[in-house]
């Protein structure tokens, strides 16, 4: 069975950085998979913030963590990262690692887009 199993998260005060990873366990070719970070605050709907694709690995963001937060993959180690820098209080939320085997396209920042998914890390970022 495919499990995502996320860490790293923590509290940080603004202007901070931190590290998530995402390890993935029960798959044999996780570089054939889009991937993704996707995260929900209380009372928000989950949001997909950053996701990479399979082949050239390029990568799409949403406009408001451009620039502050990077994607990254290790193939070889069947992990996902995010890190994330210049953290705003906006940013608290939970933070959940997502997984689909082959391509998705524009359809990358929502959550029916991935079959597999982590039990999330909490994020607090105080001001």
């Known amino acids: 069975q495919v499990q995502p199993v996320e860490s790293g998260g923590g509290s940080v005060q603004a202007g901070g950085s931190l590290k998530l990873s995402c390890a993935v366990s029960?798959?044999?070719?996780?570089?054939?998979?889009?991937m993704a970070w996707l995260r929900q605050a209380p009372g928000n709907e989950r949001e997909g913030i950053a996701a990479?694709?399979?082949?050239?690995?390029?990568?799409e963001y949403a406009d408001s963590v451009k620039g502050r937060l990077t994607i990254s993959r290790d193939n070889a180690e069947d992990t996902l990262y995010l890190q994330m820098n210049s953290l705003k209080p906006e940013d608290s939320a939970m933070y959940y690692c997502?997984?689909?085997?082959?391509?998705?396209?524009?359809?990358?920042?929502?959550?029916?887009?991935?079959?597999?998914w982590g039990q999330g890390t909490q994020v607090t970022v105080s001001s």
């Open positions: 029960g798959y044999t070719s996780l570089e054939t998979c889009a």
């Open positions: 997502a997984a689909t085997p082959g391509w998705i396209g524009g359809g990358w920042s929502r959550m029916s887009s991935y079959n597999y």
């Open positions: 990479i694709f399979t082949g050239g690995g390029n990568t």
